[in-house]
């Protein structure tokens, strides 16, 4: 914030002049005395730099943490956690794809908050089903997997999107 508003006073031209006289005065005073009060302005410009950079350090480590968590899951076991890939959960579809008839291709996104697990899934259907029953047997096929794989009973609400129905020709064979 202090770094951005200077940055942003940089615009006049009056400032540019009056930050560099200041900044050049300031910086010859700290490597030229020994004063009691120049000792305690670069301990304060120290101090002030310490504290810009751990705040940025920590900004970037609570970014990478966040980053990290919202990309697995964690299960609680008595030997320790288990972290779970988000990508091994997006799994699904290879599975849903061969239980359930009628879907032509699928493809699928989970994603973990503090809410708990989001999924969705894009789905290509054939037209020879119901769009509603083969769109609710995915979801329950969605919801079997995810909480038999990682053992939870936690609810899973699964969005699909039926991104295209596409007519079933001979050579589509069968899909079960």
């Known amino acids: 914030l202090i770094m951005g508003a200077f940055c942003f006073s940089l615009i006049s031209d009056q400032a540019n002049a009056t930050y560099i006289s200041a900044i050049q005065k300031v910086s010859s005073d700290l490597l030229s005395q020994k004063s009691n009060t120049l000792i305690a302005m670069r301990i304060s410009v120290a101090a002030l730099g310490l504290f810009l ?10 970014n990478i943490e966040n980053r990290r968590s919202q990309r697995t899951v964690i299960l609680q076991s008595p030997h320790g956690d288990i972290l779970v890939s988000l990508s091994a959960i997006e799994d ?4 849903v ?12 996104r989970v994603t973990a908050n503090k809410k708990g697990l989001t999924v969705s899934a894009k789905v290509a259907l054939y037209s020879d089903r119901s769009v509603a029953d083969v769109t ?26 039926v991104s295209k129905v596409v007519y079933k020709t001979a050579d589509d064979g069968d899909t079960k």
Do not use: C, H, M
Request: proline share 4%.
């Open 53 to 62: 950079i751990s705040i940025a350090l920590l900004t970037i480590i609570g």
């Open 92 to 95: 699904f579809s290879r599975v």
């Open 97 to 108: 794809k061969n239980e359930v008839k009628g879907v032509k291709d699928i493809s699928s």
């Open 136 to 161: 609710q047997e995915v979801q329950e096929s969605i919801i079997k997997y995810i909480q038999y794989t990682l053992g939870i009973d936690a609810p899973v609400k699964p969005t699909i999107t």
